[in-house]
């Protein structure tokens, strides 16, 4: 049996180096891979039908428990409410599942009819999420601090001319599209 072994190379926009990749691979921190792995592994999954939704669906806003038809109502205005209270109190903000930062904090910056805009308070970028995006919002009174856990992902993309935090919104509350 003979084993070709291919090598991939990487070259730095910056200083024109060639280093193998899986040797930058190597250095990466777990907090890196480990998201990265999942994400890919839950690709691979063939479709299977899960147990369903819920019947009763805990609103992120007051914490109730009702059904997804009271929830479709309530849950934006609720959320809002729920934002500009803490807003007023100027905690500092988590959002998650975010790529890992060093300097995660942001801020409220202003609340509108559908959505919230976030203030990274390390760059001074803006990023507005749609409020019905919200899934949990968790209070820590001693640190203040609330986690915002989202139905998306927030992503450092450098693809573009202005690198920068985006929001990349999950398939959750979508209808199927057909391919």
Known sequence: MNLRQEIFWFKCPHCGTDTKQT???AKLDNAVLLP???????????RH???GRPTLTRCPGCDEEMSAAEIRDHRVDCVRKRLAELQNKGYRVHLQPKDPDPYPDFKIANIEKDGVRFHKMSSGQYLDIELRKIAEITVDGTDRMINVRLLGRIIWDDSTTRPGWRFISSRIGRPRTRI
């Open 49 to 51: 039908a899960g147990p």
């Open 23 to 25: 040797e930058i691979a």
């Open 36 to 46: 990265e792995a999942a994400r890919r592994r839950g690709r691979l999954q063939d």
